[in-house]
């Protein structure tokens, strides 16, 4: 079966790992892309068979799923044709893995893109700074070919105010900018949107590092047009800069879709009362701070918020709430009940002041908090929230010696309240075998199910023995689970029971674990529907990163750093195989070094079309 | 498969644990723990003396049961590992980027305020507790310090009246990035404080001067007073040890001292101070091509 561009951009949960073997005949001189799809400027087919593909491009119009689209381009160079002319989104998963010409020349009339970037582990400083993933050629090169370009979806890219201004430049039906994890750009940038995306509805900036220093913030906010705007949602809660309030408060007042609206940490109670006034319309609101302002001369915030909630009856997302004062929790009472998302992971509060607020919130599905509430407090959601579909319980303090008061007894609260819970991230201190084979049995439908025993190698704080029960329970068990993430003592066993009924894994998060090469082997080979493997400290060696040669095409890409890897394996993977790029990562490195290290600290590989890039930083050497 | 064991036999040292070469040579993997003191103190799983890293699982389980956790152990010099980890920490944040960006620096510098560098892999059971790893636990920066935030200061902001359409910074400063060749942080210079080249040729003297020196008597001459006092010059004419360049707008690199003084200011995005001897052809020929073009 002949892959290429459209593998590429896989991110499908029901992905199948065909062995994906490159069309080695490809012609890679130049920029002619004579793979397995006709080559641009083939010669128009029979009059005859361009009515069948103008008939098919109609039918094909209706297909949005990319698997499908995936399998629709590979029967023929007909049916190639026309799902290139009528595919309307493009997906690429890791923005190395094919270059932006390419992906261009394919596809023709795009009207939405998603990008991914850098690596995970990067959100984790794990990634040095500069090492890439640049929006700048893409941008240009969208810019060129896609006049209709309405969405642009971007994640841990490093975006410029630049990028931005052309995005502003280029795309005159411009709509949606979604902006997650991203760098590089500032305030600068954000004006250049505002002012110039006249028809934009969705401007979400998510968990972005802004460039702005003090003297440089720019007034974005006054920058939107005068004129009712279509605002749908406006997300900028890590916009850590100050802003113009009163611009903010005229641009939400003359925005009748706006439905989404999360502010960031300069709005007190007093000025949220007034943009809730304004669009009692929300549906998702984040509020900033949650306490009073200083000096605002308002008398008595309190009830004026009491029935600023009471009038927003269609919010059913809260979120912000820093530096919480929970005395005014009780204005938020009458709109818990129709609340399906509540984000608390910002918020200090003791079980005692959770308890009236979760108690009211039965139709809650989706719950973030911090690990200050404590198991009793997760006691109080498992007793109410019977829907909960996703759990997030974050750490207060994100030390290895830190007092967390959740443990074992909270997961096995949640476990026998929570049935249908598909997916957790649960941060705690202590944990035992007996409460993860809990959840795996009451919580049939976990779909992604990531532990993080902030200590390291740490046991059963009961039995002292190793998790490997616990794991193997939800790998056995949680028969749905396509994303993982372990933590604690773990033994190559632990993978064996991985690599053995976690068949439908896709992304696998390893660290601290494991005795030897044995347990990435099982990993490997067992688990054949991976795509992401992202490992740290580790022992997993030069032999067990061989083991996987015939697998690394098949997945989107594998990261190991401060493992047991070394030059020589590395580059046994990389003269293997041609089509992999194997990225070796050193820290603190600004010239090529004459004295070449022997151990490698950081592996990045992944497949790719585009070969090796010409992008990368001296400290990135390219194997 | 089978045969490339013994080879990378070779490579598991056949007295220590995983990770760290039994030659002193310091694998780069932040320094944070001399390798003596890994020997010396090193807990691992297995009896002692055991060497084989490939434990079979009764005596991991074994192990295990015995262990008493919380293991703070204060191994490895907790306290001095930290300091030097936090050095080297610092360091390599510094050294970071040759295209410095301070705020990006400092923001780190922030969220590393308490980690080092990726320390040496630990055996399976000892648990350094006094010595913290990069990017443990995995929480992302805006979560770390959530217990002791400090309340935003929330003072209406005065914003300049009146929406302009277009950006200028006329009533605020020019603030544009400068970087100099061997000077690892960035400063910032206000063009609009000046008013001719000269004068921005002796700000930017004074800027990196003392920088200058500082870094050089580093190195351990003992010309320290001589150098201080030493000027930097020639910038603009390419006489001196030094240049000084701008990137504009479209991302050109040009040499100071071209096109008019209004133009400049108007579009240099950043200026950088470089060796005379670095100056490439290729960046002369840009130069020589926007001068033509300005003239026409």
Request: charged residues 25%; negative net charge.
């Amino acid at each position: 079966m002949r892959e290429e561009i459209s593998d590429m951009s896989e991110d499908d949960e029901t992905g199948e790992r065909a062995r994906w073997a490159p069309d080695l005949s490809k012609n890679r001189s130049d920029d002619s892309d004579s793979g397995p799809g006709p080559p641009i400027g083939d010669s128009p087919p029979p009059f005859s068979d361009q009515i069948l593909e103008n008939v098919l491009e109609n039918v094909l119009e209706f297909l949005t799923s990319r698997r499908d689209r995936n399998s629709a381009s590979a029967v023929c160079r007909s049916w190639y044709r026309a799902e290139a002319q009528t595919r309307r989104e493009l997906f690429i998963g890791n923005c190395y893995a094919v270059a932006p010409h390419r992906a261009v020349e394919r596809f023709q009339s795009i009207k939405s893109v998603v990008l991914k970037g850098k690596p995970r582990f990067a959100d984790f400083n794990l990634v040095p700074f500069g090492w890439g993933a640049h929006f700048e050629p893409w941008v240009k090169s969208f810019g060129a070919a896609y006049r209709h370009l309405e969405r642009i979806c971007l994640k841990r890219m490093s975006v410029t105010d630049k990028d931005l201004t052309i995005i502003a430049e280029s795309f005159p039906l411009f709509k949606d900018l979604t902006l997650i994890c991203c760098e590089g750009f500032s305030t600068f940038g954000l004006a250049v949107i505002a002012e110039r995306c006249r028809h934009l509805r969705v401007l979400d900036l998510i968990e972005d590092y802004l460039e702005d220093e003090d003297d440089e913030v720019v007034d974005w906010i006054s920058r939107f047009p005068e004129t009712t705007t279509s605002l749908e949602s406006l997300v900028f809660d890590c916009v850590s800069c100050p802003f113009n309030f009163d611009a903010l408060e005229r641009l939400v007042a003359r925005s009748p879709s706006l439905q989404r609206l999360r502010v960031n940490h300069h709005v007190a109670l007093e000025q949220l009362r007034r943009l809730m006034a304004r669009a009692p319309q929300l549906t998702h609101l984040g509020t900033g701070t949650f306490r009073s302002g200083a000096g605002f001369g308002e008398v008595d915030p309190n009830l004026d918020l009491v029935s600023a909630f009471g009038a927003s009856r269609s919010l059913v997302c809260l979120s912000g709430f820093r530096e919480i004062e929970p005395e005014f929790l009780p204005a938020i009472y009458p709109i818990c009940a129709n609340l399906t998302s509540l984000n608390f992971s910002f918020a200090n509060l003791t079980a005692e002041e959770l308890n009236p607020v979760i108690r009211r919130c039965h139709n809650l599905q989706t719950f973030w908090v911090l690990d200050s509430v404590g198991d009793e407090g997760l006691q109080a959601v498992a007793e109410t929230c019977r829907d909960l579909r996703e759990l997030r319980v974050f750490p207060l303090d994100p030390s290895e010696d830190s007092d967390s008061s959740v443990s074992d007894i909270g997961l096995q609260f949640i476990s026998e309240g929570c049935r249908k819970l598909r997916s957790i991230l649960y941060f705690c201190q202590r944990m035992t075998n007996a409460a993860v084979v809990a959840m795996s049995k009451n919580c049939p439908d976990l779909v992604v199910f990531r532990l993080c025993i902030m200590g390291r190698h740490l046991p059963d704080r009961i039995t002292g023995e190793p998790m490997d029960a616990g794991f193997r329970a939800i790998v056995m068990n949680c028969k749905k689970l396509t994303r993982l993430s372990v933590s604690g003592l773990l033994t190559d066993k632990a993978f064996e029971y991985i690599g053995c009924y976690g068949k439908l894994i896709r992304t696998l998060s390893v660290a601290f674990a494991g005795d030897s090469d044995g347990g990435l082997r099982y990993v490997l080979e067992g688990c054949t529907r991976l795509q992401k493997l992202e490992i740290r400290d580790s022992p997993f060696g030069d032999a067990s990163l061989i083991s996987g040669l015939p697998f690394y095409y098949n997945m989107r890409f594998l990261w190991m750093s401060s493992c047991n890897l070394s030059m020589r394996g590395c580059k046994e993977v990389a003269r293997n195989k041609p089509n992999l790029v194997v990225e070796v990562i050193r820290d603190g490195v600004e010239e090529e070094e004459e004295e070449e290290i022997e151990a490698v600290e950081k592996l990045y590989l992944y497949r790719s079309l585009a070969g090796a890039r010409t992008d990368a930083p001296a400290f990135v050497k390219i194997l | 498969m089978e045969e490339m064991q013994p080879k990378l036999l070779d490579l598991i040292p056949n007295e220590r644990g995983w990770g760290v070469k039994a030659n002193d040579r310091e694998r780069k993997i932040g320094g944070g723990f001399g390798v003596r003191e890994e020997k010396k103190l090193e807990l691992r799983l297995g009896l002692p003396g055991e060497e084989d890293w490939n434990a079979n699982r009764k005596k991991t389980e074994g192990l295990c049961a015995n262990v008493n956790p919380p293991f703070s152990l204060g191994l490895f010099g907790a306290s001095q590992t930290k300091q030097e980890g936090l050095i080297t920490g610092e360091a390599q944040k510094i050294h970071a980027k040759a295209d410095n960006q301070t705020s990006i620096v400092e923001r780190k510098a922030i969220a590393h305020a308490a980690t080092s560098p990726a320390a040496a892999p630990l055996p399976s059971n000892s648990r350094a507790a006094n010595a913290p790893v990069v990017g443990w636990p995995p929480v992302r920066s805006f979560r770390r310090n959530l217990a002791s935030t400090s309340k935003t200061v929330l003072e209406p902001q005065k914003w300049a009246s009146g929406t302009s359409a277009k950006f200028d910074n006329s009533t605020k400063g020019l603030f544009v990035k400068i970087n100099m060749d061997g000077v690892p942080i960035g400063r910032k210079i206000d063009l609009k404080a000046y008013d001719s080249y000269d004068k921005l040729s002796s700000a930017v003297d004074q800027l990196f001067r003392g920088l200058l020196a500082d870094q050089r008597s580093e190195i351990g001459t003992e010309k320290n007073v001589e150098e201080k006092g030493k000027a930097i010059q020639g910038l603009l004419d390419g006489s001196g040890e030094y240049t000084l360049v701008y990137e504009d707008d479209e991302g050109d690199k040009m040499l100071v001292g071209d096109v008019p003084w209004e133009m400049f200011v108007s579009t240099a995005k950043r200026l950088r101070v470089l060796k005379s001897s670095d100056l490439s052809a290729s960046t002369l020929r840009t130069t020589s091509r926007k001068r033509a073009a300005t003239e026409c």
